[in-house]
């Protein structure tokens, strides 16, 4: 037999692996729990009474984790991007006007999501690694006629949080606009209350908070929204596969609408399990004991934090580089050398840790913060490890 094209000759994975699996410790993804590893590995079909099940239990613990009464929770096979695309794509309507609260580069995402469905963003820029102010929105709202507002939780890029979220999204409520909310990186780590605070739409993604895989993702719309822009509209969204009432058949009608992710749809619904059985009261504590705790070692160390504490995110710390010392060949160390990986960041001369699911447990912090000191060194700067380690061990046998 002859082919008419050779095959190509092909290193196998374990040769392009590492031997060891690093330790995920950047901006995500995030390690996964053994129980969502072993979900993942199962095909199952994507439609009948087994999906059935699966899907009913994914959008209760969605409604849990959401906070939400809402029967709108809904799965999208995609990125966490994806989404928020499909937020967009259903709620805002070609010519409508939408304030995009931005502190940086996944707030600046929506801007272009926005203008992609011919809408017009109007930018509110909030600068210096600061979370927005609710009377700055507040200003904007009263100044022009809004139809929705976009902003994220937390900015996984600068390590910013947006704490007032609460009130902003009260102030966005009482101008008559939807609030569409960005929790890729924070859901599951940090109190966020959809129905009590008003939002219209919460996105998430699977690689983060919720520590699962990367490409399956979950959102949530309000009743209120769904009335308003989807049940009754008028015009089709531009998006099929992103279009919330044929996505619907599939989540609340038990038919097709494309083939479900049906293995990420498991494992999906093992981590949501898992935060179920953790419950969001204890998993809030965990992640912000953990968080603290590596600041407060990092801090002891002699190494400074990008952001304010008033406006610092927990979900992903940001440590400033020192001038002298190249980020990369830290990174390149601890990978290297320790087999932590962690990340940089777009543009600012940062190292970024996460403290999302599985990020935030003890022995990780230790490893961590262990192999960042020590490849710090590597790299020329001088540290105080021993107080580094030390402080952290006390805030985690302190709590807070
Ligand atoms: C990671 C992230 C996204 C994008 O998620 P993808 O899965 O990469 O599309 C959006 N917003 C925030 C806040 C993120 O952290």
């Given at each position: 037999m002859i082919e008419s094209v050779n095959a190509p000759r092909i290193v196998p994975l374990e040769h392009i692996l590492p031997d060891e699996p690093l330790l995920m410790m950047g901006a995500g993804p995030v390690p996964i729990p053994q129980k969502v590893a072993a979900a993942n590995s199962i095909v199952i079909n994507h439609l009948g009474e087994t999906m059935n099940r699966v899907i009913g239990q994914v959008k209760e613990m969605g409604r849990y984790v959401f906070q939400t009464?809402?029967?709108?929770?809904?799965?999208?096979?995609?990125?966490?991007?994806?989404?928020?695309?499909?937020?967009?794509a259903n709620l805002v309507l070609p010519g409508s006007r939408v304030l995009c609260i931005c502190n940086g580069y996944f707030s600046r995402r929506m801007v272009e999501l926005v203008r992609r469905v011919r809408a017009e963003p109007v930018l509110l820029e909030v600068h210096d690694n600061q979370g927005?102010?609710?009377?700055?929105?507040?200003?904007?709202?009263?100044?022009?006629?809004?139809?929705?507002?976009?902003?994220?939780?937390?900015?996984?890029?600068?390590?910013?949080?947006?704490t007032?979220?609460?009130?902003?999204?009260?102030?966005?409520?009482?101008?008559g606009c939807l609030v569409i909310v960005d929790a890729v990186c924070t859901l599951s780590t940090m109190p966020l209350e959809m129905d009590r605070w008003g939002v219209d739409a919460v996105?998430?993604?699977?690689?983060?908070?919720?520590?699962?895989i990367p490409g399956v993702s979950l959102l949530a719309f309000s009743e209120t929204a769904w009335q308003q822009k989807i049940a009754h509209r008028e015009a089709l969204p531009f998006h099929w596969c992103l279009d919330a009432q044929l996505a619907d058949k599939f989540w609340n009608q038990k038919s097709y609408h494309?083939?479900?992710?049906?293995?990420?749809?498991?494992?999906?619904?093992?981590?949501?399990?898992?935060?179920?059985?953790?419950?969001?009261?204890?998993r809030f504590y965990r992640h912000r004991l953990c968080s603290e705790a590596l600041q407060a070692g990092i801090e002891a160390m002699g190494l400074q934090l990008l952001v304010d504490k008033a406006h610092r995110l927990n979900s992903v710390v940001g440590i400033m580089v020192p001038q002298h010392v190249s980020a990369d060949r830290v990174r390149d160390h601890m990978s290297r050398a320790h087999k932590v990986e962690i990340s940089g960041a777009f543009g600012l001369n940062i190292l970024r840790i996460g403290q999302m699911g599985e990020?935030?447990?003890?022995?990780n912090l230790f490893r961590?913060?262990?192999?960042?000191?020590?490849?710090?060194?590597?790299?020329?700067?001088?540290?105080?490890m021993p107080a580094g380690m030390a402080e952290l061990e006390r805030y985690l046998s302190n709590g807070i």
């Open positions: 009464s809402s029967s709108h929770v809904i799965g999208v096979s995609g990125p966490g991007s994806a989404a928020m695309e499909m937020a967009v927005a102010d609710p009377e700055a929105v507040e200003r904007f709202l009263q100044d022009g006629h809004f139809d929705a507002v976009t902003l994220v939780q937390g900015e996984t890029s600068n390590t910013v949080c947006n007032r979220l609460d009130r902003i999204a009260r102030v966005a409520k009482r101008h996105i998430t993604g699977g690689q983060k908070g919720l520590s699962s494309y083939t479900a992710p049906v293995s990420g749809i498991l494992a999906l619904h093992e981590a949501l399990r898992l935060v179920c059985e953790e419950t969001l009261t204890r990020q935030s447990r003890a022995h961590t913060l262990h192999a960042l000191g020590s490849s710090m060194r590597a790299a020329g700067e001088v540290l105080d």
